[in-house]
């Protein structure tokens, strides 16, 4: 297994290249969207109107964007091993099966193309309409640091989503007063089958793997639209959809462990045995959906050390990043939580490797 760190767009820089080699880390997971900004990037803001604006319709990533990325983080000893998340932009129609969606097809197979080109060998999306949704922020947990918390009863899940919006995003035109129909399990089904039965034979060709994230909050509806990946059984049916050995999950254990029922070692266990994992989101949590908080991750439910007990056991090789961690209450409080989730998962991995 790689020790890797994700960066959202507003901190891909030199700092943090250097930053993820200090603590250890061997890999980058880059997100191009542009949505949670600043130099000390928080997720424990209110999020509830949206992550932002993104006008990047007609401005597709380019070839030259994804090598000169892979370029500038390799300068620093450090591979660039996938992209994560698909802007709004690029693919609203995709998501809600409007009149771009042939279109929007067409340019994504031409990142994947790009992509394979520069040599980035996985793409992590979320299928999703309401996006990650409805997180409340406390000071909670060892030494109350600021964690996301999600908890149903404190927000209304059912609100609709504005039209202009999507993935929690506005793509257009801000319009509070109109809102998208609701959409059945059937139909977000046959969405994500067109998305996949047109990318999966050129990523397949391209040597670029397509991975999926779990529904974050895992609940089965949100803002009156079908989620798809909200149980571990739902989460599998990805690949009852189309098998192609390019498509994967992007398995993010911290999603997983807010599934009421899951049990996410033996999914673990089976798909990182069968090769199904492009990368792994490292994080932990404490509770289930309807409630739950995001802890650090020696304080959650999930025991990592068995999690990381069963990706050597499988003889797993692929790379693995912290996602989110509580902020610490330092003046970068995202860097503080994420150099300790590196420090962590260096030491059980450099203690594995010696047993
Ligand atoms: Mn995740």
């Not at 949704?133 to 999600?150: D, H, L, Q, Y």
């Not at 994992?277 to 309807?290: L, S």
């Not at 996602?323 to 590196?342: C, V, Y």
Request: charged share 25%; proline share 6%; aromatic share 10%.
């Amino acid at each position: 297994m790689k020790l890797g760190l994700g960066l959202y767009r507003s901190i891909l820089t030199r700092d943090n290249f250097a930053f993820a080699r200090q603590a250890g880390a061997t890999h980058i997971v880059a997100q191009l969207v542009d949505y949670i900004k600043g130099s000390n990037p928080s997720l424990t803001g209110n999020y509830l109107g949206g992550w932002g604006t993104t006008r990047n319709h007609d401005k597709p990533w380019t070839y030259d964007l994804l090598a000169s990325l892979k370029k500038e983080i390799g300068s620093y000893g450090l591979q660039l091993e996938a992209i994560e998340n698909l802007d709004p932009s690029h693919w609203y129609d995709i998501l809600l099966d409007g009149p771009r969606r042939e279109e929007q097809v067409e340019n994504l197979k031409q990142l994947i193309r790009d992509m394979g080109k520069a040599g980035i060998p996985v793409l992590g999306y979320y299928f999703s309409l309401a996006g990650v949704w409805g997180w409340t922020s406390r000071k909670e947990g060892r030494g109350a640091p600021a964690s996301v918390v999600f908890d149903e009863s404190g927000v209304d899940v059912n609100q609709p989503i504005p039209q202009g919006m999507v993935w929690n995003m506005w793509y257009k035109e801000q319009n509070e007063k109109q809102f998208i129909s609701p959409v059945s399990r059937d139909e977000m089904w046959e969405r994500l089958t067109y998305f996949l039965n047109h990318l999966l034979p050129v990523a397949e060709e391209n040597g670029v793997r397509l991975v999926a994230h779990p529904d974050d909050p895992p609940l089965p509806e949100m803002r009156q639209t079908a989620r798809l990946f909200y149980s571990p059984k739902q989460y599998e049916r990805l690949l009852e959809v189309n098998d192609s050995p390019a498509s994967g999950f992007e398995f993010c254990l911290g999603t997983l462990q807010e599934m009421p029922g899951s049990d996410v070692y033996s999914l673990l266990d089976k798909y990182s045995a069968s090769d199904r994992i492009g990368y792994i989101h490292f994080r932990n949590v404490i509770g289930k959906a309807p409630r739950y908080r995001e802890a650090f991750v020696d304080e959650g439910d999930l025991d990592m050390v068995r999690v990381m007990q069963i990706l050597k056991k499988n003889n797993y090789d692929g790379v693995l990043i912290p996602d989110h961690t509580p902020e610490m209450s330092t003046p970068a409080g995202w860097h503080s939580g994420m150099a300790f989730a590196l420090g962590y998962m260096r030491g059980v991995i450099q203690t594995l490797e010696r047993s």
